[in-house]
């Protein structure tokens, strides 16, 4: 066909050049587009209902564990974000400042939140009295803004979607269980709902959160062999309660600081979910995300009876809970049509001409390996729903052997050197510990410590760089 | 009860001083905070939940009707703010300009988007083509902001919460269905979920939206006979779609600029929600939007059984589909409790102690009208449902009530001054349309055109100002 070669041509290649045919699927597909401000980006209708139903998921698990919503101003005094120290240091540099409001000048400069841990601990200050009111388990849905230099739709923007949990506990045990609880439900949210495997696991002091105690991470890799961080968990300590002085009388009517933790995925999610699973195509979306999940296109749509039977058999399909769209337009023909939804990654088309109708079949195309298998009309709402659960099993495993494909063991220096000049991956190695190890590393390679994998091995006895004795596996990669 | 009065007494009643009642209800009763930024409310889970409430219903009739989600950049660009002239002149005096990225001042100021009419124009223009495409039917839900000099929290704050809906249409007849058909969605929200009565009709030139054709709105009356506008709905005709440049081809393969409608609620419906309903003991909310319908308080709860009943009447509340809450601290009283929750509004409170379960029976209060019954635990799911379907009604009803009362007809403009002057409320009256009379009318006494309402009376021949012939009846009312 050739509207196919067509489109196939104007996306590139991944083998030819990832970046560009990462950016020319987002561009193709109507996920997003760049704005009038430099670095911010608009996220389309079809790209929204992406993050609707990562909401959707993720604000499910959250109140079911016991997490309520609210909303904290936008904008951030300065001498707020001043308040902890590594904080500031961590942030200040990327922040937008509002210095007017209409005419006037401020008196103090104001940021656009780039997190909201300040201006939360101080109402959670004015708020906290006892124990009782404890654990604190409260999430905001927002955007953040952070000034980037270099940006890319999705993976990397100065204003991103994003929700941030913020809680506060009695005990730091407490805070460590919810930090690991929250991360244990990004993970679970990543293999139920995206398809995708992650490396979960502890951040390097170098890479943790500015104002953390310990940073945990959920990690995807992507095609091209390069990370993606998709989640954070932070246990905080005390080091905010303590810096915005908030108490509580405990059980023995002693003043204490509480426990704090904070976590955050955002619209980055989606820029991973495409670098895992599309192809030169372009996109493949697993059923569970897919904002639709099936279309119906109709041949020679104006033949007496193909179109009431498309539309009852999308009624059917709506009745089990399938998110369908049949594409009726007469203005594109069905290959037309064929070529568009399979871009868009909608998991399966169902043909249906006059003599599929005829003889009770219908046509069903699989996007992710493009299989297609004449099934019987009558049964198709059920066998579906199958095949949808079916694909969404596939796409994760494929992404797993994606991923194993991908990750390596390294025991010496000079492996990792050589090897990751050749072959983007997770390279598993053992480090000692130390930052100079670290900074070496990154500084030779490119590749940094994406986490100390909670599943430990013990590759040798020694870091590989320095030989020293080392007790930590970590997996090494360059990331986004 | 001693709490009770304790709690009475910190909330000033209406009739002493409507506005420090209506800040009292909302500090006591853990709706919303001040922030440490001037003008800007943290919103608290329990007032959350309520905005939740009211997304969830209006997310589900804009989708229903064909719209989309999407996402537009916070920040917005001078040139584009100025680009439709009485646009710029309305928000321009009102928004927050950010001027730094990081350490570095920026070439061009953004503004902190007031509402979003001008950089989705801009994009608009950009991917808009043909007549094929039309209508745009999408919707942001977002916070704004707009530099207010004296807020409240709610009803006037510089930063809230909202959604704003943008569509393109062919026609302008199109344009005014769509803005007509939102407005009833908004005014139906208000009758179905928060159980207001509204009047809806047209905005004047003056108190239109900056850069409308014509603003519909939706104006309720509060307990203190002030009005407060709740919701508007623009035609907008090719105000901005000219100065913006958004052209497409239509059916004849001509160049054409579409019409255009904008329309938002916002968090104010929470101030308006609080001030129909709400009494001297605090808040009342109607069922339906309430985030907890049914408190279950368990007397002498220490008692072998009395828990274990409690949580299964809980269960059986559940299982019809009731938000229910069961508060079993051993911290406080149930006397204690009932004020609390009275406070907060909760529609109804069922007391269960270990005689009501020996005799198979449940008490349980109204919040709206105090009443308490008696009612068999047997039955208890059904008959709570339907008391909440009552209590709704009924709420609605002396809403309505309340508003009549208060709706007052007058015929000449010494009528007016001197009723105004002694009791608020709506005024209908005859207008002739033009600016002087209504200028004269806020100046004198305070109040403004709210609408001209949909359903008109022809109270008289002339206009109540000058004299002059007149056909339209307008609402007046001082507002919030």
Redesign the interface.
């Known amino acids: 066909m050739s509207e196919n070669k067509e489109f196939v041509k104007e996306i590139t290649k991944m083998e030819d050049d990832f970046a560009q045919w990462y950016t020319d699927v987002i561009r193709k597909t109507d996920l997003v587009?760049y704005?009038?401000?430099k670095g911010?980006?608009?996220?389309?209708?079809y790209g929204?209902?992406i993050?609707?139903n990562i909401q959707q998921y993720l604000d499910k698990k959250f109140k079911e564990t016991g997490h309520?919503?609210?909303?904290?101003?936008?904008?951030?005094?300065e001498s707020?974000l001043n308040k902890e120290k590594e904080h500031v240091e961590g942030f200040?540099?990327?922040?937008?400042?509002?210095?007017?409001?209409?005419?006037n000048e401020l008196g103090e400069r104001?940021c656009?939140r780039p997190t909201s841990e300040t201006?939360i601990c101080?109402?959670y200050a004015?708020?906290l009295k006892s124990y009782?009111e404890l654990p604190y388990l409260?999430n905001q849905w927002?955007?953040v803004?952070r000034?980037e230099k270099a940006t890319r739709p999705f993976l990397r923007t100065?204003?991103f979607?994003w929700q941030e949990g913020h809680t506060l506990h009695e005990t730091q045990e407490e805070a460590q269980e919810e930090t690991l609880k929250i991360l244990k439900i990004y993970e679970e949210m990543a293999k139920e709902l995206l398809a995708i495997p992650m490396v979960s696991g502890l951040k390097s002091e170098k890479e943790k959160f500015a104002g953390a105690e310990a940073t945990y991470t959920i990690e995807a890799l992507m095609h091209d062999g390069k990370a993606l961080q998709s989640g954070t968990s932070h246990n905080l300590a005390q080091h905010f309660t303590k810096a915005f002085d908030i108490t509580y009388l405990d059980r023995a009517s002693k003043l204490q600081h509480p426990y704090h933790t904070s976590w955050g995925v955002s619209t980055r999610l989606i820029g991973g979910l495409i670098m895992v699973h599309s192809d030169n195509r372009g996109l493949v979306l697993p059923p569970r995300v897919a904002p639709t999940q099936v279309v119906i296109v109709p041949i020679m749509q104006k033949k007496p009876g193909v179109l009431d039977r498309a539309y009852e058999l999308k009624k059917d399909l709506e009745a089990v809970g399938i998110r369908v769209e049949l594409d009726d337009?007469p203005?594109y023909s069905p290959g037309w049509k064929f070529n568009e939804y399979e871009m868009k990654g909608v998991p399966l088309r169902i043909e249906l001409g006059p003599r599929d109708i005829e003889n009770g079949v219908a046509m069903v195309a699989r996007r992710d390996t493009l299989d297609k298998n004449q099934m019987e009309l009558e049964h198709l709402p059920e066998m579906v729903s199958e095949l949808l659960e079916d694909m969404h099993q596939d796409m994760y495993h494929a992404a797993l052997e994606m991923r194993e494909e991908k990750t390596y063991t390294v025991k010496t220096y000079n492996a990792l050197v050589e090897s990751i000049s050749e072959k983007q991956g997770f390279y598993k190695a053992m480090w000692c510990g130390c930052e100079a190890c670290e900074a070496k590393i990154k500084e030779e390679t490119g590749a940094t410590i994406r986490c100390m994998p909670f599943e430990q091995e013990q590759l040798s006895e020694t870091c590989i760089v320095c030989g020293e004795k080392a007790d930590k596996m970590v997996y090494l990669a360059k990331a986004y």
């Open positions: 587009d704005s009038p401000v911010f980006m608009v996220i389309k209708p929204y209902a993050w609707e309520k919503n609210m909303y904290f101003p936008l904008l951030i005094p707020l200040a540099p990327e922040v937008a400042w509002v210095t007017h409001g209409g005419d104001l656009v201006i101080h109402m004015k708020w009782r409260n927002c955007s803004v000034w100065s204003e979607l337009s203005n």
